[in-house]
């Protein structure tokens, strides 16, 4: 069965600090995954997207890794902000459908406090 | 920040009454989607569309209908909305041509529907 799973549910820290979220997948074929955050009551909005041949992207302040052969990634934040508090959703889409199939993870809740 | 709208953002409305969400997008993206998301739950895909006059039902069952006779339109019908109905709606889109590598879905800013 195809999944998404993310680790951890939720996480708190201090504005400033530096976090790392996980995200483990069983999709096959595998074509990408993606970063999205989304903040309370909005949609998702893309941070990083990785093909299978790529093993980090950065976008600002966010670092994506992927690692294909023990289908891991994670998403690592520093320097965090306020602004970072959101849900953060690891997405992956399989090969060979002409759809692009979306696998969605649950999210991290992440929170910042000052 | 992506060219895609949705409208009410939130509505909250009587059991058994009809209600219509809109979609609508600027970016003459061929494929539109609508998806279902519940608090700290994943997004789960209730319909498609490849192009005007093609709609399909998506993975998870959803009671609600869509149509799309515009390209830059897809909206999303609840004939009688029940408080099971209650949920976040999302309605994104994508654009075929484009490099599967850099395949991507923009998303609205959402509906919540709140049934009493």
């Known amino acids: 069965k195809n999944q998404v799973e993310q680790s951890p549910q939720s996480l708190i820290i201090l504005e400033g600090k530096n976090c790392t979220l996980q995200c483990n997948y069983t999709v096959s074929p595998f074509s990408n995954l993606r970063w999205y955050k989304q903040d309370t009551g909005r949609g998702p909005v893309s941070l990083t997207i990785?093909?299978?041949?790529?093993n980090t992207k950065s976008n600002g302040r966010y670092t994506a890794t992927l690692d294909a052969d023990t289908k891991q990634s994670s998403l690592h934040i520093t320097a965090s902000q306020l602004s970072d508090s959101a849900s953060y959703i690891c997405?992956?889409?399989?090969?060979?459908?002409?759809?692009?199939?979306?696998?969605f993870g649950r999210g991290t809740q992440l929170t910042v406090w000052p | 920040e992506a060219d895609i709208y949705q409208t009410p953002r939130y509505l909250v409305i009587g059991t058994g009454k009809k209600i219509t969400l809109e979609c609508s997008q600027t970016m003459g993206h061929d494929k539109m989607y609508w998806y279902q998301q519940d608090p700290g739950m994943e997004l789960h895909l209730i319909h498609y569309?490849?192009?005007?006059?093609?709609?399909e039902k998506g993975d998870l069952s959803s009671e609600s209908t869509v149509s799309r006779i515009r390209t830059e339109h897809f909206p999303l019908t609840l004939e009688s909305a029940r408080p099971s109905h209650t949920s976040q709606y999302l309605c994104?889109?994508?654009?075929?041509?484009?490099?599967?590598?850099?395949?991507?879905?923009?998303f609205g800013p959402g509906t919540r529907l709140t049934v009493t």
């Open positions: 990785m093909t299978f041949s790529e």
């Open positions: 569309s490849y192009g005007v006059n093609s709609t």
């Open positions: 997405v992956v889409s399989d090969r060979g459908s002409t759809l692009g199939r979306l696998y």
């Open positions: 994104a889109s994508s654009d075929p041509h484009g490099l599967e590598s850099s395949y991507e879905q923009y």
